[in-house]
């Protein structure tokens, strides 16, 4: 039972090669080119105000010097909701379950905030490894437990995202079996179950959306306090 509930979360594979990089690119092919034409189809209309109200609000606490990652961070806002959103799928692979992944999308991102910190402002950078006012005997105490948060940042985003989308991964399965079970030998009891199951998927579906945006906005917060 326990193999078979986390033999979903395996990367799946053809003649020995892993499609993860299948369903990495997938998202990228469903989004709508834009047209040529004056008036846009209700969908481009709906996709180009998401991403204008998304970036505005990403921009709110950011400096000029952060404004040239709107585009970058927009684009892993979108790519990790259609990624999560995607999962929900039945007989899909959701590969931001994936902690190799998500440290992959993060640590370049998170060492990419320090190294501008260290390159523009290296004194203020290195200050937030010692707050003001600190007593001298605490002082290389202080200096270790800053530098070991500061590291673990880029594991925090990573198992943040994968044990919240896992979580609810298992929780649908376990709710779902239970219901398949149930229902000829107790309906009512599975009908309850269904129902549970439903509200269960419509919660899955916000934090799919909230995670990818905790995701981006962690990164936009590590990267105010180096711009």
């Known amino acids: 039972m326990t193999v078979s509930l986390f033999d979903q979360f395996m990367s799946p594979t ?16 469903m989004y709508p080119a834009p047209t040529t034409r004056w008036l846009n189809s209700r969908f481009l209309a709906l996709q180009g105000w998401f991403i204008n109200r998304f970036t505005q609000q990403l921009l709110l606490p950011l400096s000029l010097g952060g404004h040239k990652w709107a585009a970058l961070l927009t684009s892993l806002m979108i790519f990790l909701i259609t990624m999560n959103m995607l999962g929900l799928l039945p007989y899909t692979f959701t590969p ?17 905030t320090v190294i501008i910190g260290m390159r523009n402002q290296p004194t203020h950078a290195l200050g937030h490894l010692l707050p003001e006012g600190t007593p001298g005997p605490l002082i290389p105490v202080l200096i270790v437990i800053e530098t070991i948060s500061l590291f673990i940042r880029p ?34 009891v599975a009908l309850l179950t269904s129902t549970v199951l439903v509200l269960l998927t419509l919660l899955e579906v916000a934090v799919a959306m909230i995670q990818a945006y905790v995701f981006v906005l962690l990164l936009t917060l590590y990267l105010q306090e180096n711009v």
């Open 14 to 29: 053809l003649l020995g090669i892993p499609l993860i990089a299948l369903a990495i690119t997938l998202p990228w092919i």
């Open 96 to 112: 931001t379950t994936q902690l190799s992944l998500n440290l992959g999308l993060a640590t370049p991102l998170w060492l990419a």
């Open 155 to 188: 594991l925090a985003l990573g198992v943040r995202l994968t044990a919240n989308l896992t979580a609810g991964h298992l929780l649908i399965q376990l709710i779902s079996t239970a219901a398949f079970v149930l229902i000829s030998s107790m309906p009512a």
